[in-house]
């Protein structure tokens, strides 16, 4: 019998999905220092996953227009707050307006030269981080830098587009897939992350099979049979896609979780950002000096 013919009734996990709130912003979780950051709400609380231990990367599938960027801002305000770096990459150009107000901290790229230029960066970026590990004796975690969170939108068709601009360039070269891979299977050791956006996460535009088992969390809204068989089999049978705006399937150790978004009005996330005091130490050390800071920065600074 095909596993997807009839849809398993979903209750969550040790309760009613009916109470999960519908609505979830940061004032309903706390707020998660270190590695950690809320996804939402679910029947037995928030639902946390971290960088570090879990889930060094995550994946959220789903239609146009259901709700991939509300969860990168969401993740993104978060680990902004908590002094990251975070590079948006976005071949659509307008995603995340929010963040563009948010240099040095963050860094957008927005054509597909850009984007590639970027991840030969970051995987040049990763080696050099690997070689301050190798090199570092001393106690405690390497000095490696500040974490980086890469928010990858439209990752299928962007994926598609980097292999011609890879073909153009020289033969043999560090191209933009190399980096790409290698943020993916050795990133996590360095405090380098990938968040996904896809809709519908496919191996035949360049997510490969074992690049799809770097995503230690996976996020499906209003998904097809076709897409649970492809990302989310590891998590049980065929399950309906929650309705609701902001509503989506958690997918994570084995299990699936019914949970409310978490949202950030896309309006307040700049100064959300902006008034955490790691955000601000990590942008004037970014720019040198606070003379050397952006408007929006020093304004933060002055309150």
Known sequence: MDFMSQPTPYSGLGGDVSEIPDFVTLEDVP????????????????????????????????????????????????RLRQGDQAVFLDRKMHSH????????????????????????????????????????????????GPRIVVFFEETNATLTQLKVLDKRNVEGGYGALDGFADL????????????????????????????????????????????????ASDCGRY???????????????????????????????????LSAIPAQQRARQLSGSRRNLPPQWRAALGR
């Open 31 to 78: 707020e998660q220092t270190g590695s950690k950051v809320s996804l939402g709400v679910g029947v037995q609380g928030p639902v946390v996953v971290d960088l570090d231990s879990e889930s060094p990367h995550i994946l959220v599938n789903a239609p146009t227009g259901k709700g991939k960027s509300t969860v990168a801002r969401s993740i993104g305000v978060q």
């Open 239 to 273: 399950r309906t896609a929650p309705q609701g705006d902001g509503r989506g399937m958690v997918c994570h150790a084995g299990k699936a979780r019914e949970t409310q978004l978490l949202y950030v009005p896309e309006e307040d996330a700049a100064e959300v950002v």
């Open 184 to 231: 993916m299977f050795m990133g996590r050791a360095v405090e380098m992350h990938v968040i996904a956006f896809a809709q519908l996460a496919s191996y035949r535009s360049g997510l490969t099979p074992d690049l799809l088992e770097n995503f230690g969390t996976k996020i499906l809204i209003d998904y097809s049979p076709q897409a649970w068989k492809w990302l």
């Open 97 to 144: 307006k929010w963040a563009r107000k948010l240099t040095p901290v963050a860094y957008y790229a927005d054509t597909t030269e850009q984007i590639g230029a970027a991840l030969i960066n970051l995987g040049r970026e990763l080696h050099r981080r690997n070689q301050v590990v190798k090199a570092w004796e001393g106690e405690g975690p390497a000095p490696v």
